[in-house]
């Protein structure tokens, strides 16, 4: 039973790093641009939701409202004004410019809140457990695992059901026809950037419920999102999910094992995926 416990407990871990990872995938998909303050901004939306549920008193779930909004707010304006002046042929502009702007909200983190780790409170929420047979699973990673699911099929749907999604796949596939068709690419782009950007806030809350979090923490959650993007496929969205329960998965397994192994299983878990499958398991399927 210890082993099923860990591949259960693994599987729902994978929810969290899915989320992590969906913005990561989405943008990557309609601009190809790879965000190095990714995990920074996970962090910045986890510290968002302190201060909105300190502020306002709100329970951290209802936090979403006010977060989520917000951080689209951000990636909007920060697409507009900032990203969309580095994209090209070149990939080291947009690299240097994120890399650039994680320094910025690590240290203006550290300058807002101190380098005292926080943590939100979600009362009874975090402690509260079903049984599954002899298994005890949490409710909150039951929580996670489940809005992983629906924002991963919304994105879905978004992508290939409505008009957004529409002019995200024209801009993807061809930028210049696209512009010829009427499509404004700065404006689709500054579109992506917030959606993903609110996805970003569902999973910087789901953290900072989980566990204590702080201005450094953002280079550990880019690594987890990256790997579960490049496990499953860059660009697939389904696939993105598949990488993070792989991901987590490996790393709960790794832990029942040895305690310190629960890191080194999962980054040998993707390494060994990377050798195999240098696509992803599941590579972006255009349609």
Known sequence: ?????????????????????????????????????????????????????????????????VVVPAMAGIGYVLQRAVLNQTLGDDILPPLLVTFGLSVIIQNALLEGYSADPQKLDA?????????????????????????AVAVIAGLQWTFYRTALGRAFRAVSDNQDIAQLMGLNKRHVFGQAMALALAVTAVAGLLLGIRTSFDPSIGGGRLIFGFEAVIIGGLGNLWGTLAGGIILGVAQTLGAAINPGWQLLAGHLAFLIVLAVRPNGLFPRISG
């Open 1 to 65: 039973m210890e082993w099923i416990n860990a591949i259960l407990q693994g599987t729902l871990l994978g929810g969290l790093y899915a989320l992590f990872a969906a913005g990561l995938s989405l943008i990557f998909g309609v601009m190809r641009l790879v965000n190095i303050a990714h995990g920074d901004l996970i962090v910045l939306a986890a510290y968002l939701g302190l201060t909105t549920t300190v502020m306002l008193g709100l329970h951290p779930l209802v936090a979403l409202i």
């Open 123 to 147: 009362g009874a929420l975090e402690t509260a457990s079903i049984a599954l047979g002899p298994l005890a699973v949490g409710v909150l990673p039951l929580l996670t695992f489940a809005i």
